[in-house]
């Protein structure tokens, strides 16, 4: 081989060699640019942008004349992105700050920034350890003093330290309506409804949530991304509901003074708009306040006036003997033998509370006789009166747009066994909720009516203006003569009368048409005869009824009956707000002093 053709071929070989590395390097170029571009690019662009996620503001809560109930008040997240604090001085320094100027913990602040990878699963199921850019430092911090630090930030030079503008849920009134209201908690920056009306529309209070990308400078300031679309977020709904806050703010502090003076277990109050179903005022005690997160209990923000139910004793009757009156059963004047207060019948003794002979039917009522009532109802019959309690809406949901709401304990016609028919209708071994009985009397207060109650009365956009009504549902009515319900309230208001069982219930210049009801705890299957519930519910003006309303006291102390310890409150209640609403009273005599 000549020296000539040994250099051809080294010539030959190179060239080869130099043409399989640039056709390599072109492969490898296509894999990375082509086949792998989406999966590099969105590694890239993670190094040089930043997200950040903007929503509006959460629909508020207002009574019915516009007083704010839930709003919203400014706050600032802030966050820091690991990656810019090159060494542990750094980290130091602004774990010292931080801790120093909010009062924070210095090595969870410390720990937080110092942590720059994690690990996550990719598509494939492999573990992939990727750079994190995000620590919290503190959240919910007074958007003022929010404002201050991001200055002493800069001014430090202090690089990678976000605040994001935020809101904070704040009740301006504190234990008013807390119950009814809820509360929101923060899971992760996510907005988490917990209870009451605040779980019930959270859908439509939310605000809608927009994701916008930023290029990072490298002091980590936040330049606009060219590609971004940034949509507007939009407000959640603001809410009216049917509540008047005068007449929430007189309820609360009359049950306040109920709970200091009897000193029960629980209590609740419940006021009700007997035409439309609004409800204008609830509340129960023990409640809380949603702003103080740490001294909140369950047993306190469980909202007993929906879920709780308890046997209604005698404030039942007038219902029962409305069905006898409107079947022609019975008149007002129709007379029973109440058997000197014992009566043996199926095999078991009913007493009444104070021993009583003959009575027409309107003292039956004036005077609460269990017996005379029984007999009512043996007259009236099982069908019917299951029929009648039904109409009156026992044993089913109220309306009202809280979750969950109890049914109550209501057997079926076929469940029922000899006694039931002379312990129904005396308020013995049914269960109905707060509401129930109130939605009931709502019936006997209207001309015989049932209504749906009402708590949320309309939705407002705060973005367009555009209101969402919540609409009455028209009730059924449950008699069948237009009498009926003038001759049983004429006997509900004798019992407020001297001679009834909740003299102290009456209102000088009003006309006060109720019924007392005391009825015995269930303790292991049994009655006590040491815990009671004690209510007295009414409505007033009798004839003309500005609302119904409820008080119910669970184990009070010293004292148990109805006309003692609940009918005080609800003349109190009923006193002030019927001087809120300038209801004039029905006798002359007191019109002047009215004013």
């Given at each position: 081989m000549t020296r000539h053709s040994a250099m051809a071929i080294r010539i030959k070989l190179a060239i080869f060699f130099f043409i399989a590395a640039f056709v390599a390097l072109l492969c490898r170029l296509y894999h990375i640019q082509i086949n792998r571009h989406d999966e590099l690019y969105a590694k890239a662009k993670n190094q040089y942008t930043a997200v950040v996620t903007s929503k509006g503001k959460r629909g508020e809560i207002y009574d019915c004349h516009g007083n704010l109930l839930v709003g919203n008040i400014p706050c600032t997240n802030i966050t820091a992105d690991p990656q810019y604090f090159k060494t542990d001085a750094q980290?130091?320094?602004?774990?010292?700050?931080?801790?120093?100027?909010?009062h924070l913990d210095y090595d969870t602040i410390l720990r937080r920034i110092s942590r720059r990878t994690y690990t996550t699963t990719n598509k494939d199921g492999q573990q992939e350890t990727r750079k994190l850019h995000y620590a919290l430092i503190a959240k919910k911090v007074d958007y003022r003093l929010a404002e201050k630090i991001k200055k002493e930030v800069e001014f430090h030079k202090y690089s990678g330290i976000f605040f994001q503008e935020n809101n904070q849920r704040y009740y301006p009134k504190n234990e008013l309506l807390a119950n009814i209201l809820g509360f929101t908690s923060i899971d992760r920056d996510k907005v988490i409804a917990v209870i009451g009306i605040e779980k019930f529309i959270d859908k439509q209070v939310s605000p809608s949530v927009t994701k916008s990308y930023y290029e990072r400078a490298r002091n980590g300031r936040k330049l606009p991304y060219e590609h971004t679309k940034i949509k507007k977020v939009k407000d959640g709904l603001n809410v009216y509901l049917t509540i008047r806050e005068p007449v929430q703010a007189i309820m609360e502090e009359e049950l306040d003074k109920l709970m200091k003076k009897w000193e029960p277990k629980a209590a609740y109050a419940v006021m009700v708009d007997p035409y439309t179903g609004n409800i204008m005022a609830m509340a129960q005690r023990p409640t809380f306040n949603p702003n103080d997160r740490g001294n909140m209990r369950p047993q306190a923000w469980r909202n007993r006036i929906i879920e709780d139910v308890f046997e209604p004793g005698s404030t039942i009757k007038p219902i029962a003997i409305a069905g006898a009156l409107d079947n022609d059963v019975v008149s007002p004047d129709t007379k029973f033998d109440c058997g000197h207060g014992s009566w043996f019948y199926a095999g078991k003794i009913?007493?009444?509370?104070?021993?009583?002979?003959?009575?027409?039917?309107?003292?039956?009522?004036?005077?609460?006789?269990?017996?005379?009532?029984?007999?009512?109802?043996l007259l009236l019959g099982e069908k019917r009166l299951y029929q009648?309690?039904?109409?009156?809406?026992?044993?089913?949901?109220?309306?009202?747009?809280?979750?969950?709401?109890?049914?109550?304990?209501?057997?079926?016609?076929?469940?029922?066994?000899?006694?039931?028919?002379?312990?129904?209708?005396?308020?013995?071994?049914?269960a109905l909720s707060p509401l129930q009985l109130v939605r009931a009397y709502c019936a006997l207060a209207n001309g015989g009516t049932l209504v749906n109650l009402r708590l949320i009365d309309r939705l407002a956009s705060p973005d367009s203006g555009k209101v969402i009504k919540n609409p009455y549902k028209l009730g059924t009515r449950i008699f069948k003569k237009?009498?009926?319900?003038?001759?049983?309230?004429?006997?509900?208001?004798?019992?407020?009368?001297?001679?009834?069982?909740?003299?102290?219930?009456?209102?000088?210049?009003?006309?006060?048409a109720g019924k007392t009801g005391t009825s015995q705890k269930v303790i292991n299957r049994e009655y006590s005869h040491k815990y009671y519930f004690a209510s007295f519910i009414g409505f007033v003006p009798a004839d003309n009824p500005a609302f119904v309303l409820l008080v119910t006291l669970d184990e009070p102390k010293r004292k148990h009956y109805g006309g003692t310890v609940a009918a005080p409150t609800f003349r109190r209640i009923s006193e002030r707000t019927l001087r809120y609403m300038n209801v004039p009273p029905s006798d002359k005599r007191y019109q002047y002093a009215n004013r």
């Amino acid at each position: 081989m000549t020296r000539h053709s040994a250099m051809a071929i080294r010539i030959k070989l190179a060239i080869f060699f130099f043409i399989a590395a640039f056709v390599a390097l072109l492969c490898r170029l296509y894999h990375i640019q082509i086949n792998r571009h989406d999966e590099l690019y969105a590694k890239a662009k993670n190094q040089y942008t930043a997200v950040v996620t903007s929503k509006g503001k959460r629909g508020e809560i207002y009574d019915c004349h516009g007083n704010l109930l839930v709003g919203n008040i400014p706050c600032t997240n802030i966050t820091a992105d690991p990656q810019y604090f090159k060494t542990d001085a750094q980290r130091k320094a602004v774990a010292d700050y931080f801790a120093k100027r909010l009062h924070l913990d210095y090595d969870t602040i410390l720990r937080r920034i110092s942590r720059r990878t994690y690990t996550t699963t990719n598509k494939d199921g492999q573990q992939e350890t990727r750079k994190l850019h995000y620590a919290l430092i503190a959240k919910k911090v007074d958007y003022r003093l929010a404002e201050k630090i991001k200055k002493e930030v800069e001014f430090h030079k202090y690089s990678g330290i976000f605040f994001q503008e935020n809101n904070q849920r704040y009740y301006p009134k504190n234990e008013l309506l807390a119950n009814i209201l809820g509360f929101t908690s923060i899971d992760r920056d996510k907005v988490i409804a917990v209870i009451g009306i605040e779980k019930f529309i959270d859908k439509q209070v939310s605000p809608s949530v927009t994701k916008s990308y930023y290029e990072r400078a490298r002091n980590g300031r936040k330049l606009p991304y060219e590609h971004t679309k940034i949509k507007k977020v939009k407000d959640g709904l603001n809410v009216y509901l049917t509540i008047r806050e005068p007449v929430q703010a007189i309820m609360e502090e009359e049950l306040d003074k109920l709970m200091k003076k009897w000193e029960p277990k629980a209590a609740y109050a419940v006021m009700v708009d007997p035409y439309t179903g609004n409800i204008m005022a609830m509340a129960q005690r023990p409640t809380f306040n949603p702003n103080d997160r740490g001294n909140m209990r369950p047993q306190a923000w469980r909202n007993r006036i929906i879920e709780d139910v308890f046997e209604p004793g005698s404030t039942i009757k007038p219902i029962a003997i409305a069905g006898a009156l409107d079947n022609d059963v019975v008149s007002p004047d129709t007379k029973f033998d109440c058997g000197h207060g014992s009566w043996f019948y199926a095999g078991k003794i009913l007493h009444d509370a104070h021993p009583m002979d003959i009575l027409t039917v309107f003292q039956i009522v004036k005077k609460s006789s269990n017996i005379g009532t029984a007999k009512i109802a043996l007259l009236l019959g099982e069908k019917r009166l299951y029929q009648i309690l039904r109409k009156f809406g026992i044993g089913q949901h109220t309306g009202i747009p809280l979750k969950p709401e109890s049914r109550g304990i209501f057997r079926k016609l076929k469940n029922w066994d000899s006694l039931s028919i002379t312990r129904f209708p005396i308020g013995q071994g049914l269960a109905l909720s707060p509401l129930q009985l109130v939605r009931a009397y709502c019936a006997l207060a209207n001309g015989g009516t049932l209504v749906n109650l009402r708590l949320i009365d309309r939705l407002a956009s705060p973005d367009s203006g555009k209101v969402i009504k919540n609409p009455y549902k028209l009730g059924t009515r449950i008699f069948k003569k237009r009498k009926t319900c003038r001759q049983i309230v004429d006997m509900m208001k004798s019992v407020t009368k001297k001679g009834g069982t909740a003299t102290k219930a009456a209102i000088p210049g009003y006309e006060v048409a109720g019924k007392t009801g005391t009825s015995q705890k269930v303790i292991n299957r049994e009655y006590s005869h040491k815990y009671y519930f004690a209510s007295f519910i009414g409505f007033v003006p009798a004839d003309n009824p500005a609302f119904v309303l409820l008080v119910t006291l669970d184990e009070p102390k010293r004292k148990h009956y109805g006309g003692t310890v609940a009918a005080p409150t609800f003349r109190r209640i009923s006193e002030r707000t019927l001087r809120y609403m300038n209801v004039p009273p029905s006798d002359k005599r007191y019109q002047y002093a009215n004013r």
